[in-house]
């Protein structure tokens, strides 16, 4: 492997905090959507990174399904914060409080 | 308990299991046919009557070993089997099932609010009833206890009558918090038999050779106990009862009262008592002292109600107070009574709740204040009512009085002292029973509403269990004679 | 013939019970009446044709076992013997008259099919406990005559009352049921049987001091049902009944079920001496009891149900004195005279056009056929003892043969039993002459008696007064034939000098003069009723049921409400609800967390997820330590 696997870690660790505080801190629902890509993407990348330094193909395949369910569930969510728009306005995460105990 | 060798033949005890499970499914796919699902349920509820009668007819002799009995891997790898069988105890049971069930259905006939489902939970029920009563593997025992709860708390909480979420929410509780702790205590015995023998299983063969410690025993028995205690109901775990009596509509009482709490019961004579012998044989005193605790007071609360159906409620807590102080004299005669007045129980009583919703259906109250003089407009009604309420006093002739009276001739010859002090709950009985009596049909009626005397199917649900409680009360013999073996299997496989 | 005829006698009636329960209202009339009468009647004849069984030591028929589980094996079986015999027919022939009397008497009644099934049970029922060869068949019919005589009782349900005194009746008795049921348990634990004979045999062979016991036990029980202190109170209010109801089962054949069953277990009982007294002393202070309440009561038929108990406790010293032929010999005669008396009383009532009050009465005789007077008179003077009637001979034998028991404290009873008689012959005669004397003080109009209502008192009339000869002493040239009937079973012979029987009868003869002589110095001409303390206290049968309601009916209800009120709804509900709710508002301060605002779930995922790698970290740290 050309890059040690230490290097893509970090990477991918990085990228996840990054995603994680963006899904905490925007309050748009759309970033949100964006920032747990992002988390995604990271453990993605860490798969593929184990896989190379394994030798093994299961990583791989593995984010191949990661790709499928990650566009599934954008163009689901996608969908609903559209519907969410229509129907309240807004797409401002903390306004949708309906479900409290 | 040795197992009859498995021949290869029909699987009846899955039938009587499953044709209700069946019957119940087409009933919620038929959805808005009220009238369908009607016919459907009482030919389902009589084909399985007419099966298990089938099976007593020819179930033929067989001392020690099981009648039928099926017996299929399931889980295996947590030993855990599909195992079915019958003997002369679960086979009372489920005769007993089977004919109360068809009552059940008779007398839900008016029934009009979501009727296809109602029907189903009612086949569910019976499906679970069936279940517990034949099921030898502790998993499936503990399955169909639950999968009676479920069907009982929708009939109390959807089709029940005043304060139903509070009662049925009361006996979901109580009952699932019961339950829960024996699943602890019988998952607790699982791992305890699988350590010692190496061999992990559920059978209730298997675990009845457990060696246990006094203590690990206790303990274990205690969790059995208050699920089958909970459910009988005994002292102090009944206030459940009567309020899921009050709000059940009239087939949930009936099985609630005929059925239900005989689970309870049928759980200690098949489940707790051959699982741990030895704490049992300790703790028969205190067991009859909650017996005894539990006749007295649960006839003085009836005599204090004022709602019949409540009434009736508590005298069946006071009824199974006799079941369990037989059981607890640990003697043939007893435990032979003890079974026979579980049987003639549900049947008196059954017949008085049915009573009692035909009177609220007629007079719209059941309130012993504002009933009264119903004789002058209904006899016949009123004639049944006095029967099974005659029955139910332990008036010798009719059903209830064999059982009682060898509950206490059995249990004098050990512990005189119980008996005698039981044989006053006699005149405790006739108090509450004739005051109910005497408020219903004597005297001048304090309201008007309209005098109709019994209609063709209420007549086809009456004159059936009249002739039970009568022929019962002369001629019991035929059911001693498939207790005495199984009763002794049990009682004398102890120490 | 075969001895399985001998189920016919108590079959009959109970085919015909449940035939006129079934069908009674869709038929004729006169269908259930003919119906009725001829499964009495029946009954009787079958006895009668039957009777040679009776001999020797008797038969024994099986129909079916009813129980049977270990050493316990009970069937359905009778024993017709010399005891059961003379029972059988003098209940299936008293009730014969007595349900052709009811015809007429329940004719204008709408509700004759209850009434007749009822009646027929009864009549069932105590054959049952006549023939019954074992204790728990025994059993069944005791309790099958209580089950009628409550239905009977509260027969008119629509007043309440009545059927107040149904249940009453129902209660008390059962309180004796419960110590017949323990006693009956007991011989069962002691002998491994339940049959009357074979327990009989074995006896002996029971500790004495259990027979002691066992025989209290016994005698609780026959008091519920005879009426005997201290469970007599529901006698009185069971006249709330029609009046042939009274007839049959308030006077001839009911409460004396109890004097039977000790007689039927004569062998057993009479080997407990102490046991014996206490019988002999339960029913002196009833005979005495009774006799003094008999005195004040206003209403007619509360008059004879006072005397039915009073002579029912005649029967009771008899046993207790060990004579099974003299309580036989009361039981037979008391069942002619009393029975005439209230179907007496039934006319007197009809004719004051339903008044019970014998203050309201007076000079009946000529407001109705003038014979009832006679056969009126012939049952007092028997129930009064005038000398030569049926009543002079068994009470006279009673009194003899306690007076004659070697045990000095039986001359106390003796005592009592004769101050008692005293009374009895004044209280009857005061009954007589405020019935019949004088004129008619009421203002009822009479119904006409129909001929039914009218000829089977002639018949009991003439019993009344012959009956006697059933058991004639050998002091008149009589041949005690009961006694050499009942041979073994008949108990203590008579053995005493004629002097002393002659001086005893003089006696009996005074008392009756002297009672009739008082009645008739204070009643042959009408006076009101006296009204002070004592007659009230007597008039209430000394406030018997203002005790009994202080001691045992408030306290079982206190007992009931703080069984209801008090633990299941204060204490155990209350435990049980108040554990919801806590748990309630425990929830409700958790689900604050629930806030439904998604910034929050997710600061408090990754504050979670924060901690959870710092704890790795921290492993981490500690694992790099260790290595």
């Known amino acids: 492997m050309i890059v040690p696997l230490g290097h893509v870690l970090i990477v991918a660790a990085i990228l996840f905090v990054m995603g994680l505080a963006c899904v905490i801190a925007r309050r748009q629902l759309i970033m949100i959507l964006i920032g747990i890509e992002v988390m995604i993407n990271a453990a993605g990348l860490v798969l593929v990174a184990a896989s190379g330094y394994w030798q093994q193909l299961d990583g791989q395949v593995f984010v191949v399904f990661l790709m499928a369910l990650t566009s599934a569930e954008v163009a689901i969510s996608l969908a609903m914060v559209v519907y969410l728009r229509r129907l309240r306005g807004t797409v401002v995460a903390d306004e949708f409080d309906r479900m409290n105990g | 308990m040795m197992t009859a060798s498995a021949l290869p033949q029909f699987p009846w005890l899955s039938v009587l299991i499953f044709l209700p499970l069946a019957g119940a499914l087409i009933c919620v796919l038929t959805r808005e046919r009220a009238d369908e699902s009607r016919w459907l349920a009482l030919a389902t509820t009589v084909t399985v009557f007419g099966i298990s009668l089938y099976l007593w007819f020819h179930a033929g002799d067989s001392s020690g070993a099981w009648l039928y009995y099926e017996d299929v891997d399931w889980i295996s790898r947590f030993g855990i089997r599909y195992t079915l069988g019958l003997d002369g105890i679960s086979l009372l049971m489920v005769l007993l099932t089977a004919f109360l069930q068809v009552i059940a259905v008779l007398i839900s006939w008016p029934q009009d609010k979501h009727v296809p489902l109602f029907f189903a939970l009612l086949m569910v029920l019976e499906a679970g009833l069936m279940g517990v009563f034949m099921a030898l593997d502790m998993v499936l025992f503990y399955l169909f206890w639950e999968v009676m709860l479920i069907p009982m708390f929708f009939l109390i909480g959807v089709w029940g009558h005043e304060r139903r979420r509070y009662a049925a929410l009361k006996f979901f509780l109580y009952t699932l918090a019961g339950s829960l702790v024996m699943l602890i205590a019988l998952i607790a015995l699982y791992l305890i038999h699988g350590e010692q023998t190496g061999l992990y299983s559920f059978a209730l063969s298997d675990l009845m050779r457990t060696d246990l410690s006094t203590t690990q025993e206790a303990w274990l028995f205690a969790g059995f106990l208050l699920a089958f205690a909970v459910k009988t109901p005994l002292v102090p775990f009944h206030t459940w009862l009567p309020d899921a009596h009050t709000s059940a509509p009239a087939a949930g009482s009936v099985d609630l009262a005929g059925l239900l709490l005989k689970t309870g019961v049928y759980g200690m004579i098949r489940v707790a008592f051959p699982l741990f012998p030895t704490v049992v044989q300790k703790s028969l005193p205190l067991l009859a002292l909650v017996a005894l605790i539990g006749i007295f007071h649960a006839a003085w609360g009836a005599y204090r109600q004022t709602d019949i159906k409540r009434l009736v409620a508590y005298s069946s807590i006071s009824h199974l107070g006799l079941v369990i102080l037989g059981l607890a004299a640990w003697d043939l005669t007893a435990w032979q009574g003890s079974i026979l007045l579980m049987t003639t129980h549900g049947i008196t009583t059954g017949g008085l709740f049915a009573l009692v919703a035909m009177i609220r259906q007629r007079t719209g109250t059941r309130d012993l204040t504002e009933l009264g003089g119903l004789w002058q407009c209904m006899p016949n009604l009123s004639a049944f009512f006095l029967l099974f309420a005659l029955a139910s006093l332990g008036l010798p002739g009719l059903a209830n009085f064999t059982g009682e009276i060898l509950v206490l001739i059995g249990t004098f010859q050990s512990h005189p002292i119980w008996a005698a002090i039981a044989m006053f709950g006699v005149v405790f009985a006739a108090a509450y029973m004739l005051k109910m009596v005497q408020g219903v049909l004597w005297g001048e009626s304090k309201r008007t509403f309209d005098c109709e005397d019994l209609t063709l199917r209420e007549w086809l649900v009456l004159v059936p269990m009249a002739v039970l409680v009568v022929w019962l009360g002369l001629y019991p013999l035929p059911l001693l004679k498939l207790l005495e073996s199984p009763v002794l299997t049990v009682i004398g496989g102890m120490p | ?627």
């Open chain 3, 1 to 627: 013939m075969s001895e399985t005829l001998l189920f016919l006698i108590p079959l009959l009636p109970l085919f015909c019970a449940v035939a006129i329960m079934l069908f009674g209202m869709r038929l004729p009339r006169l269908f259930a009446e003919v119906l009725a009468v001829t499964g009495v009647a029946g009954a009787f004849l079958l006895t009668l044709l039957l009777w040679p069984y009776a001999d020797g030591e008797g038969t024994r028929a099986v129909l079916f076992t009813w129980l049977n589980s270990g050493s316990l094996d009970i069937s359905f079986a009778v024993h017709f013997d010399r005891l059961a015999a003379p029972m059988t027919l003098m209940v299936s022939g008293v009730a014969t008259l007595i349900h052709l009397y009811a015809v007429g008497y329940m004719h204008q009644d709408r509700d004759y099919a209850r009434f007749f099934s009822l009646l027929n049970l009864f009549v069932f029922a105590m054959l049952v406990i006549v023939l019954a060869d074992n204790l728990l068949v025994l059993f069944l019919g005791w309790e099958g005559v209580g089950l009628c005589s409550y239905g009977l009782i509260g027969f008119w349900y629509r007043k309440l009352d009545n059927a107040r005194a149904g249940t009453k009746a129902f209660l008390v008795t059962r309180v004796g049921d419960v110590f017949l049921g323990i006693a009956l348990m007991w011989l069962f634990a002691l002998t491994g049987t339940l049959s009357i004979s074979a327990i009989n045999a074995q006896a002996a062979t029971i500790p004495s001091g259990v027979t002691l016991v066992l025989c209290l036990l016994l005698l609780l029980g026959a008091c519920g049902k005879s009426a005997q202190l201290p469970l007599m109170t529901w006698l009185a209010d069971a006249m709330a009944g029609p009046t042939p109801v009274s007839a049959l089962i308030h006077a001839a054949t009911m409460v004396t079920a109890g004097v039977y069953l000790l007689c039927r277990l004569f062998p057993l009982i009479s080997l407990s001496a102490v046991g014996m007294a206490a019988i002999t002393a339960v029913g002196a202070l009833t005979a005495l009891y009774a006799a003094t309440c008999a005195m004040a009561q206003r209403e007619i038929k509360r008059v004879l149900a006072y005397s039915t108990m009073s002579q029912v406790g005649y029967m009771f010293m008899a046993v207790g004195a060990g004579t099974v032929t003299g309580a036989m010999f009361h039981l037979l005669t008391h069942a002619f005279f009393k029975a005439l008396l209230f179907m007496g009383a039934g006319c007197v009532i009809h004719l004051a056009g339903d008044e019970n009050d014998i203050y309201k009465m007076g000079g009946m005789a000529r407001r109705g056929p003038g014979e009832l007077v006679w056969v009126f008179l012939a049952g007092a003077i028997s129930l009064a003892g005038v000398p030569l009637t049926s009543g002079f001979f068994s009470k006279d034998n009673v009194l003899l043969m306690v007076y004659t028991h070697p045990d000095p404290l039986y001359k106390i009873f003796w005592g009592v039993g004769v101050l008692a008689a005293l009374l009895t012959a004044f209280y009857t005669f005061r009954l007589v002459y405020l019935v019949f004397a004088g004129d008619y003080r009421g203002s009822g109009t009479a119904h006409a008696l129909p001929l039914l209502m009218r000829w089977p008192l002639w018949v009991l009339a003439l019993l009344a007064l012959v009956g006697g000869s059933l058991n004639l002493p050998a002091l008149v040239g009589g041949h005690e034939r009961l006694q050499h009937w009942l041979g073994d079973l008949a108990g203590r012979p008579v053995t005493v000098d004629h002097h002393l029987e002659w001086l005893l009868v003089g006696l009996a003869v005074v008392l009756v003069v002297l009672g009739w002589g008082v009645a008739h110095w204070r009643y042959a001409r009408f006076r009101n009723a006296w009204d002070n303390p004592l007659s009230r206290f007597l008039l209430r049968g000394w406030q018997a049921d203002a005790v009994v309601d202080r001691v045992l009916v408030r306290p079982f209800q206190a007992m009931a409400l703080f069984c209801w009120a008090g633990i299941d709804r204060a204490l155990i509900d209350a435990t049980v609800v108040g554990m919801s709710t806590r748990m309630l508002s425990l929830s409700m301060l958790l689900r604050r967390l629930t806030t439904g605002r998604l910034s929050s779930y997710l600061a408090a995922f990754a504050w979670g997820f924060l901690l959870i790698l710092g704890w790795l970290l921290l492993q981490l740290v500690q694992g790099g330590g260790h290595a």
